[in-house]
């Protein structure tokens, strides 16, 4: 596997599973809710807090989608096209919540949705990008992707392999070095049952590429077993409150979730272990006490030939183990031995 790094964070085989905390568009356009979304991801124990960069006149057609109108989490109906301008953020806004997040020590970056972005992003500094599922047959946007020359982080939901193929094709050829990919469901909420995580090992087969899981379920469930399933990274969208008008409120984790996200993704890693068999430090101590040894059946007095009739197998486990015992039976006792006294082999001749 080709691992990837974003900042002092290599990403991959061998390492902790990336845990991004995907703010998306949940600052509803507002700075003020932006910085307290970083800080929760902050305290959350994330690796990385993700925003979406996008200029929405490049984004929709406001023609086409003239007329249109959807009622959000928490709100009124609104036109599609106000309802998108309304949680744009803005280049300035962007700026100040990227210095806000070094600030607070924690990676931001995004994913950019039209060339315009992207050029801003790359302004600012920004050590990654995050390409969207919606986005993974638009080649002319991946080209630009790929030329940025930083680590890419692609979703894939809504699309077959032969799509991924062609997309991972398009960003190598144009220069893209560090690539990973995120199996997710492009629906919010998604249901869990459809999470098909198997699907993460076998395209980490197919491209040898770090593989995660970008999960739009509701609760927490899916992340460990994500983990579990191979994930080498884990994306979820969050939200200050899930009762606020916007897109992905609902479906996205509370503050609290959150942090018992990143909680039992920890915990699930070290449940994994490291695949080598062997006891711990706890079993070698419980193994003397729970295994058994030979010892004596019945009093054996000094120059008596051990027969298995003269022996019991009984705890502890700190004597001669069981699997020994042909080389006990048949030997001659050097000394007398008490009913239930642990036998060695310095006993015996």
Same mark, same amino acid.
């Given at each position: 596997?080709?691992?990837?790094?974003?900042?002092?964070?290599?990403?991959?085989?061998?390492?902790?599973?990336?845990?991004?905390?995907?703010?998306?568009?949940? #600052?509803?356009?507002?700075?003020?809710?932006?910085?307290?979304?970083?800080?929760?991801?902050?305290?959350?124990?994330? =690796?990385?807090? /993700?925003?979406?960069?996008?200029?929405?006149?490049?984004?929709?057609?406001?023609?086409?989608?003239?007329?249109? #109108?959807? @009622?959000?989490?928490?709100?009124?109906?609104?036109?599609?096209? =106000?309802? !998108?301008?309304?949680?744009?953020?803005?280049?300035?806004?962007?700026?100040?919540?990227?210095?806000?997040?070094?600030?607070?020590?924690?990676?931001?970056?995004?994913?950019?949705?039209?060339?315009?972005? !992207?050029?801003?992003?790359?302004?600012?500094?920004?050590?990654?990008?995050?390409?969207?599922?919606?986005?993974?047959?638009?080649?002319?946007?991946?080209?630009?992707? &790929?030329?940025?020359? +930083?680590?890419? !982080? %692609?979703?894939? *939901?809504?699309?077959?392999?032969?799509?991924? /193929?062609?997309?991972? +094709?398009?960003?190598?050829?144009?220069?893209?070095?560090?690539?990973?990919?995120? #199996?997710?469901?492009?629906?919010?909420? &998604?249901?869990?049952?459809?999470?098909?995580?198997?699907?993460?090992? &076998?395209?980490?087969?197919?491209?040898?590429?770090?593989?995660?899981?970008?999960? #739009?379920?509701? *609760?927490?469930?899916?992340?460990?077993?994500?983990?579990?399933?191979?994930?080498?990274?884990?994306? @979820?969208?969050?939200?200050?409150? /899930?009762?606020?008008?916007?897109?992905?409120?609902? $479906?996205?984790?509370?503050?609290?979730?959150?942090?018992?996200?990143?909680?039992?993704?920890?915990? $699930?890693?070290?449940?994994?272990?490291? *695949?080598?068999?062997?006891?711990? @430090?706890?079993?070698?101590?419980?193994?003397?006490?729970?295994?058994?040894?030979?010892?004596?059946?019945? =009093?054996? &007095?000094?120059?008596?030939?051990?027969?298995?009739? %003269?022996?019991?197998?009984?705890?502890?486990?700190?004597?001669?183990?069981?699997?020994?015992?042909?080389?006990?039976?048949? /030997? +001659?006792?050097?000394?007398?031995?008490?009913?239930?006294?642990? !036998?060695?082999?310095? =006993?015996?001749?």
């Amino acid at each position: 596997m080709q691992n990837i790094r974003i900042g002092s964070r290599e990403i991959g085989q061998g390492q902790p599973c990336y845990v991004i905390a995907e703010a998306g568009i949940n #600052h509803n356009g507002r700075l003020d809710l932006a910085k307290q979304l970083i800080g929760i991801a902050v305290e959350a124990g994330a =690796d990385s807090v /993700k925003f979406q960069m996008f200029k929405t006149g490049k984004l929709l057609s406001k023609k086409v989608v003239e007329g249109h #109108h959807i @009622k959000l989490d928490g709100g009124e109906d609104s036109s599609v096209f =106000d309802a !998108i301008k309304k949680v744009e953020l803005t280049q300035e806004m962007c700026r100040e919540a990227f210095d806000y997040a070094k600030e607070k020590g924690i990676t931001l970056f995004a994913s950019a949705c039209d060339a315009e972005s !992207i050029e801003f992003l790359e302004s600012i500094g920004v050590q990654a990008f995050k390409i969207a599922s919606c986005d993974i047959t638009n080649f002319p946007l991946l080209e630009r992707f &790929a030329k940025t020359g +930083k680590p890419l !982080i %692609m979703s894939t *939901g809504m699309s077959d392999l032969k799509e991924v /193929k062609e997309a991972v +094709k398009v960003l190598k050829e144009n220069g893209a070095k560090e690539i990973a990919l995120l #199996h997710c469901l492009a629906q919010y909420p &998604a249901n869990v049952e459809e999470s098909n995580l198997k699907a993460i090992k &076998a395209m980490e087969k197919e491209f040898g590429v770090p593989v995660g899981f970008s999960d #739009h379920s509701e *609760g927490t469930f899916v992340a460990p077993v994500a983990v579990a399933a191979g994930a080498k990274l884990f994306e @979820k969208h969050f939200t200050l409150n /899930k009762g606020m008008w916007g897109f992905d409120q609902k $479906a996205s984790a509370n503050p609290e979730e959150l942090k018992k996200i990143v909680e039992e993704i920890r915990l $699930a890693e070290k449940a994994l272990g490291t *695949g080598e068999k062997k006891p711990t @430090k706890s079993e070698e101590e419980l193994k003397k006490a729970m295994r058994r040894s030979i010892t004596a059946n019945q =009093d054996i &007095a000094k120059g008596t030939v051990l027969q298995e009739k %003269m022996l019991a197998i009984k705890r502890p486990g700190t004597g001669l183990p069981s699997k020994r015992l042909p080389e006990v039976v048949g /030997k +001659k006792a050097k000394q007398g031995i008490k009913e239930d006294e642990l !036998i060695s082999l310095e =006993d015996l001749e």
